[in-house]
């Protein structure tokens, strides 16, 4: 079976031949449309995922926590953020080390599914994170002397001398080189303008490129100037020939958190690659929730219509690791695995639409406490062992996880859907309708057709689907299986048309078919 899917793979032509090999373009195989991000799993679950479900389900690739040696905080106990304060470029984490790291990449990648790394490269460890060797390879370093003997880095390297705030952190977001110069939450500020810093971080992410990564999420981009962070991408070398064809540049996407109403936008950084766009999140929870007089029916021109970058420059998402928690931005309109069935239906939506690079959050429980509207368990980390070591995915009978990984990825309709995207990849957004309030459908192509009703009454409507005659199944409430239906039925007519019924009450109030379901 697995030197079926293996063959399989290598026959397949990357989605990216026959346009540029640029840092836009994520290299996923043709038909893998989607990234997840496996927020701090292991390496060696990861590799099992990508062989056992991410292959089979059509995943493009997975975004992996951040690999290199970070500081181990006690106090919390080893929050998950502890991984976004560096002590080195060598492999070794909780989720990890080096070989585990390249054995991973090896067999994710022989199956076609592409690791993209979490590059934090902006600073290291915050200022008070004292002097030892608590660090996850054991290397020693001192945060106040800025001493990082490992990499190494100095005190030269730093960009205190640049920074203007009177803290030496980031006070004013409306302050553009206070922003990119001075400490974010007091992390020691890389200065990422010498050529000897950007060669070292050239280095690490060069050292993931000849593993086999694809690309890179580039962590606080915002807070590094764009001229910066071209100069380190200069360095870079193409991917690895042994997965990728030559001269194939890695995929590029920078963390900008632009909302509107701060002088840093995204687009400044397009020139590196994409950035996500965190509009897209924050409003298709706003609408979804129904908050502010928001409508479903108001989704007609999502996109670029909305004042999102443009589509091609854009990786987009409905929650991510930070902003499923407070942390980052978004606020409280963001929807999250705890909201299951508006998320759903988010995530939904997202993978039926055409904008966008979309990548698909996958999380791990935490005893979420709200006091005065804070979550005072933001922080805790993975599921772990009493020692420290992150539990391993565990996976049930019923195909779920367990050891309080959620999986988002492997719920049915969003593992559907991240199918139905695959399936109407590169097929025109066509025959929306809307009812002027929450109940909205459109189509893609002549390959797919999706209906929402997010209205407090039954739906029930004869519509133009733009498919072929034929009966479909719906892969929200089932899914086609041995050429059965497990879940709702519905039948095309020879004019494409077809009836909709969606109650209220339904489990999950959508419905979504496409050619690959048709009975
Ligand atoms: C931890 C502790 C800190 C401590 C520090 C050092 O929490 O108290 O000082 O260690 O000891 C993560 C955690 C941090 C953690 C850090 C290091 O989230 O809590 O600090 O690891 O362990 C900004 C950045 C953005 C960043 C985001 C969290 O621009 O880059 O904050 N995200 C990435 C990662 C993230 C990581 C880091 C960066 C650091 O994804 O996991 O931090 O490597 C405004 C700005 C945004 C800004 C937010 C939050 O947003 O626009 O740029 O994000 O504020 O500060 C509305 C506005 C919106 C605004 C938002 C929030 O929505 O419209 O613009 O409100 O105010």
Redesign the pocket.
Known sequence: MFSRMFSEVQSVVPSSMGFCWGQYNPHTLSKRTSIVHLFEWRWADIALECERYLAPNGFGGVQISPPNENVI?TDPKQ???????PVSYKLCTRSGNETEFRDMVTRCNNVGVYIYV?A?I??M?????GAGDHATCGSYFNAKTEDFPAVPYSGWDFNDGKCKSRSGDIEN?HDISQ?RDCR????LDLALGKDYVRSKVAEYMNHLIDIGVAGFRI?????MWPGDVKAILDKLKDLNTAWFPEGTKPFIYQ????????PITGSEYFGNGRVTEFKYG?KLGTVIRKWNGEKMAYLKNWGEGWGFVPSDRALVFVD???NQRG?????SAILTFWDARLYKMAVGFMLAHPYGFTRVMSSFHWPRYFVDGKDIND?VGPPSNSDGSIKPVTINEDTTCGNDWVCEHRWRQIKNMVIFRNVVDGEPFSNWWDNGSNQVAFGRGNKGFIIFNNDDWNMSVYLQTGLPAGTYCDVISGQKEDNKCTGKQVYVSSDGKANFQINTDAEDPFIAIHVDAKL
């Open positions: 905080v929050p998950w953020w502890e991984r976004y304060q979490d934090v902006n600073h460890c915050g200022a008070n994170a977001y922003v974010l939450v007091s992390l962590d606080a981009a915002k807070h963390e900008v958190i632009d909302l509107g109403g701060e924050a991510n690791h930070d942390h980052g931005a978004g606020g922080w």
